[in-house]
Structure formats: structure tokens, C-alpha cells
């Protein structure tokens, strides 16, 4: 099990041209099937100073989240839909909300997003 806050800043390599691609800054969640959907991810080097250029990695171009990097496969990017990652919420959407119980008692706020490393799943808050 992995946090989601431990992936921000997270080396994400293209295994098939091993290159960095770049630094993961968001992770975008997909409730609904509890699992991550994609990345956005942070290119190197790239843009003006002060901007940032990004792309969006789908999870099904993820290969492995590993200790140090997440490796993806760059050729399963180009053939993804990503339209609908731009809908979905980010891991910072949702650390931080307050958690209320049925009966309106403040349980708290979420810490943390827990992912299951092997498959993305979404395993607690």
C-alpha cells in the first residue's frame, strides 16, 4: 500500500525509451470505479520560468509504481482516450474534506488517499 501524498514529485520514466518524462504533481482519481485514472504529470525543463508544461498519463499506460519512479509504456499514452481524465477528481480535491457520518457527526478530515502499488486500487481514506 502506497499514500497518495508519497507519489507528488515522483520520477515517471518511459521504459520502452528510458527517458524521464517527467515528475508526477497531481494524481487523478476515479471514484466511482476506486482506483486511479491517470497522472498529471510535469515535464522537465519545459515552458517559461514561473510555468509549468504538463501532460495527462492514463493508468492503463502505467507499468509499475515503484519506490522510486512509476514507469509507463510512452507508446500507450498516444493511443489513449484522455478527455475524460480532465473531469475527474484530483488526489488534492480530496485530502482535506471534511467527513461527516449519517447521522451529522464530524468524523474528521482525510488525511490521505491508501492505494493498493500493485493495481491502483483505491484501499482507504
Not at 515522483?10 to 466511482?32: N, S
Not at 475527474?88 to 468524523?107: A, N, Q
Not at 488517499?113 to 486500487?121: I, N, P, S, T
Amino acid at each position: 500500500m502506497i499514500r497518495a501524498t508519497e507519489l507528488s514529485g515522483r520520477a515517471v520514466v518511459d521504459i520502452d525509451g528510458a527517458e524521464k518524462v517527467g515528475a508526477i504533481d497531481k494524481i487523478i482519481l476515479d471514484p466511482d470505479g476506486r482506483r486511479i485514472a491517470g497522472f498529471v504529470v510535469t515535464r522537465p525543463g519545459s515552458g517559461f520560468p514561473g510555468t509549468k508544461a504538463q501532460v495527462l498519463i492514463p493508468s492503463s499506460a502505467v507499468h509499475a509504481i515503484g519506490p522510486d519512479a512509476v514507469t509507463i509504456r510512452q507508446s500507450a499514452v498516444a493511443g489513449a482516450d484522455i478527455g475524460h481524465l480532465e473531469t475527474l477528481p484530483r488526489g488534492t480535491d480530496i485530502i482535506g474534506r471534511k467527513v461527516v457520518s449519517e447521522d451529522g457527526r464530524f468524523l474528521g478530515k482525510v488525511g490521505d488517499v491508501l492505494l493498493d502499488r500493485a493495481d491502483g486500487r483505491i484501499v482507504g481514506y
